[in-house]
């Protein structure tokens, strides 16, 4: 049986107020780290493999009886498994009603460099400006499902890593890479590496149909919820792409449309 | 200016009281009535001719401003404009802070006959006990946007003119016609009708881009979040589809599946 850290009952703890700290946004940035919150995205995080500090679990509640596989034997190079009071778990939450697990984890962004290489490059969702939660979290799972090479959140869109954009990724921010950037630095970049940077802006813009996505680095760039891609990064596009629509209703939100665009450039890479 | 009927103050006033009453599922299938909250929804409603019993305002709030268009003259084929109540407002809604605004609208599904035939053919959204209001109001969303010729909602499914689902349509019920039936009678009838049926189950699955989508009628029919396609709906279609994924992660959600269906359909059907 594993041996587990001291127990910490109360919320007042440093630990457990340093844990309750990433809740906000400035410390998740300065630290480099983030909350996981019950047992789905816990379990996925140590499927994934992905580097976590600490697991805090209510003993008294039963929930390791879902987690004996990932208890078994000695793992040194696995997280610590720290017993803690409902109050703890409570502090660290932003839901009246916490499940009765969470975890601190690490972000691990990937190299620019691993995104503008790539020996047989690949397409990258690019976020500027996304804001609602539900449609970032939607974008990076589509991301994912496509097989996308990574995810670019510009400055300006919600942060992926509050609890509920966490939430709605189903837990696949843990199978694509996910890169914090100032896209006005980092565009131009890419296009001096070759990338070909494609808006969604409806200006001057051709069917996505017709877009030849079969080849090389593609980054294709999701705007705002209301004023879509800005002016400043839509005068870093190498083109832009719509998906023709019937005209009959209103447009899709953008999470939808970029899971069309997703599969649809992926679609065409693996045409023979 | 237009002359309104006589104001309802009280919310125990029988028209007030059969109105609320389509807050209830048995209501609304027995009344084969709906309601619509809030400006959005019903400017939407109006302008795309919908056929409304009742608009129903509150006239103190001043919300009449956003709809002088629509009061111009005097429209006879039109809806009864009838001031009402703060609190008749409040009985009518299932938000705790309603627009002061709705519509009693009546439902208007297509007939079978038009599903089957249509010169051109067309693809057909068939929804099999989804059970999520948002994402059976996404799939609606995304039928309309994409050009299906329908929504057929099978028994099982959660109810599409429930204000919740129909919020999130954010109105595209009112461009795409809607059909509720018991598939395990319809889908046998489409067939003997020509119609391809084309489930979305895993077992025998080819990949959707191997399809052909690009002639006849085509209804696509879309699962239970958990469940998937029921068994006995499986044993009525004519070939399933998959969406081929990374494998990284875990599968789209089924609205988000359908809408990536939904669009390679058109795509195919748009091809020369």
Not at 4 to 26: H, V
Not at 173 to 187: I, M, Q, R, T, Y
Not at 202 to 228: H, K, M, P, T
Request: glycine share 10%; proline share 6%.
């Amino acid at each position: 049986m594993r041996k587990f850290e001291g127990y910490i009952s109360s919320a007042s703890n440093p630990r457990a107020k340093e844990w309750a700290k990433l809740l906000e946004r400035k410390y998740r940035d300065r630290e480099g780290k983030f909350l996981l919150e019950g047992i789905h995205l816990v379990k996925e995080a140590l499927n994934a493999e992905w580097p976590l500090e600490i697991v805090a679990f209510d003993e008294g509640s039963g929930v390791l009886d879902a987690f004996e596989e990932y208890l078994d034997g000695d793992r040194k190079d696995g997280p610590s498994w720290i017993p803690v009071s409902p109050e703890v778990i409570m502090k660290c939450s932003e839901t009246g009603t916490p499940q009765p697990i969470f975890a601190v984890a690490l972000k691990r962004p990937p190299t620019k460099e691993s995104l503008f290489a790539g020996e047989l490059g690949g397409i990258v969702a690019v976020l500027d400006g996304v804001q609602d939660p539900g449609n970032a979290g939607t974008l990076v799972r589509s991301a994912a499902a496509s097989g996308a090479t990574a995810v670019v959140l510009g400055k300006g869109t919600v942060d992926l890593y509050n609890p509920k954009t966490i939430r709605s990724t189903m837990g696949a921010l843990f199978h694509v890479p996910v890169l914090e950037a100032d896209l006005s630095l980092l565009l131009p970049e890419a296009r001096a590496q070759g990338v070909a940077v494609v808006g969604t802006s409806l200006q001057a813009a051709q069917s996505c149909y017709d877009y030849d996505f079969r080849r090389g680095n593609i980054w294709l760039v999701f705007g705002n919820e209301g004023s879509g891609v800005s002016a400043e990064v839509t005068a870093l596009v190498n083109a832009n792409v719509i998906i023709p629509m019937s005209g009959r209703s209103e447009s899709l939100n953008v999470a939808m449309a970029a899971t069309v665009l997703l599969f649809e450039a992926q679609r065409q890479r693996r045409m023979p």
